[in-house]
């Protein structure tokens, strides 16, 4: 074994140590040297590609897997590279990578699916449509196929009698309900509950959805009482008073934009309105202040608190403001403004606020009976696990209420509310008032939102590419009886 060899397997040993110590940026410094290195890691380089990718570093996450693809040139490995590429706003390359794939592999139902679902994120509904029957139609995919339906469910209007629904209902049944198949079935519940409510069914896609919520539930982690102690400890103790009495970040960037608020409250759309405007590059779910913040433990005042007694503390808001903004970098580029809309940042706001001072927030409240329908009828793959019940969708609803209140004061002037349906009514008034709370001046061309072409990676891929319109306002009044446990949990609280 080779010096180099042994230097470069260590570098990768004491990244994962500064990881587990919860020190992101020696992490980073030791896998870049690692991967210099270039040590013979075989198969263990999608281990590492894996850990850069954890805390933000995309660039070393896709060399990482570019040297796994060589050493192992597998299906599996190009197409986790694939799905990095997309995963990490390269869509267009991700792309590409996926018609070589399909090309190689015309029988594949994993390649002709990531390929279909990058179409999907890029508008071209056609082309993905051709390749998830492809899918369906394969002899061998047989109970593989439901996560074709699924997308085809996502992008595809039905009507009553559509024959699809009844090729659907054939599957659900092929699929049974042993517990090996949950997965599977839980996939074709929510494939099938969408195209029962486009055909007017109602209470046959109530009862999809309902049994696929039941059957994910099986695995959520989310606790009321935990979640309930968390957003008290916050809004008792996370005030101007004890953000004053932490380090103070010298950070100067408004660079980035954080939108806020609920799945399914018009996030994507307040994104799709601000990348419309020419000084505004992209946005996405990125997830990047988490890894930035690494060294928080917690955030709640006492977590935030334990976690600046440390010798640093000083430095510590502008170390974890340089990294976020690194990882801004390596994410989008270099230029322009962003949004970040990441689910789950208001629990965590006062600290972005105390680390990027100058950044902008926008919060969209919307009507919680349409939000709570839209929510449990998705299906989210994870970390939206008070989705799975509609009382638990209650008591996150009323975390959030509190979260918005607390914040409203604490943040004044750096926080918008937009109200999603005033958004809706009067959307020339709303987008004028978010594109100057951002500090932009206004352009006529941010009128045609819709018009942008994107990669949209969320649910709401199809909506943000339409105009504004008013009809999803009322969906859930169709559901108005079933969802009769939210209303008693959320109006008890």
Known sequence: MTTQTVDGAQLVNQA????????????????????QANPPLGARWASVSRLAATIGEITLALAAARRHVAATPTAEARLAYAQLLIQSGRTEDALREGVALARERPNDPAALHFLATGQVQLGDHDAAIANLRRIIDLPGAQLGAENAWHVLADIKKFTAGDPDIARMEAMLERIG???????????????LGKALDDAGDTDRAFACFDEAARLQKIDSIFNTAQAD???????????????????KSTIDSDRPIFVLGLPRSGTTLVEQILV???????GAEANLFRPAAMAIRGFTPDEVRASFDRPDAATLPDRIGRAYLHLVDERFGKTGRIVDKTLSQTRYLGLIHQVLPKAKMIWLRRDPA????????????????WSRSLTDIAAWFRGEDRLHAHWSAVLGDSLLTVPY?????????????????VGLEWEDGVRD????ERAVTTASFAQVRKPMYASSKEAWKRYETQLKPFFDAYEKG
């Open 16 to 35: 994962l140590a500064a990881f587990q110590a919860r020190e992101r940026d020696d992490a980073a410094y030791l896998l870049a040297k690692a991967i």
């Open 177 to 191: 309900t042993a517990e090996a198949a949950r997965q599977s079935r839980i996939v074709m519940l929510y494939a």
């Open 229 to 247: 102690a968390f957003v008290d400890a916050v809004v008792k103790g996370y005030d101007r008073a004890f953000m004053d009495s932490l380090p």
């Open 276 to 282: 419309s405007h020419s000084q505004v590059l992209d």
């Open 370 to 385: 349409g939000v709570a329908w839209s929510c449990y009828r998705t299906r989210f793959v994870k970390g939206v696990d």
């Open 421 to 437: 349906e005033a958004l809706v009514d009067d959307p020339e008034t709303w987008m004028r008032r978010i594109i100057e709370h």
């Open 449 to 452: 939102f819709h018009k942008t």
